[in-house]
Nanobody, 117 residues
Framework: QVQLVESGGGLVQAGGSLNLSCTVS????????MGWYRQAPGKQRELVAS???????NYADSVKGRFTISRANARNSVYLRMNSLKPDDTAVYYC???????????WGQGTQVTVSS
């Protein structure tokens, strides 16, 4: 059973920074994507940032220049560095691992990020 264990998050003032970490408990496929999504109250879950095993990264327009996604493949881990946080960044953040052949999505339990104004 693949599990994603998240850590980080919490409460921070606007302009502050936070780090999120996520580790996949099992071996990961050669071709894969790992990333972060978020869901604010009353809103749909949205992509924040993703990183593929081939080196492609993708960011939501709202976080470009402020958030940085990185990976440690040897540790089956993905990280999200969040700078210049805004109250609009407040949400539950979910780690995602998408394996290939077959394509399957796995999710972390979610971690709360709250940015106060």
């Amino acid at each position: 059973q693949v599990q994603l264990v998240e850590s980080g998050g919490g409460l921070v003032q606007a302009g502050g920074s936070l780090n999120l970490s996520c580790t996949v408990s099992d071996s990961i496929t050669r071709f894969n994507s790992m990333g972060w999504y978020r869901q604010a109250p009353g809103k749909q879950r949205e992509l924040v940032a993703s990183s593929t095993s081939t080196g492609t990264t993708n960011y939501a327009d709202s976080v470009k220049g402020r958030f940085t996604i990185s990976r440690a493949n040897a540790r089956n881990s993905v990280y999200l560095r969040m700078n210049s946080l805004k109250p609009d960044d407040t949400a539950v953040y979910y780690c995602n691992y998408r394996r290939t052949f077959p394509t399957l999505d796995y999710w972390g339990q979610g971690t709360q990020v709250t940015v106060s104004s």
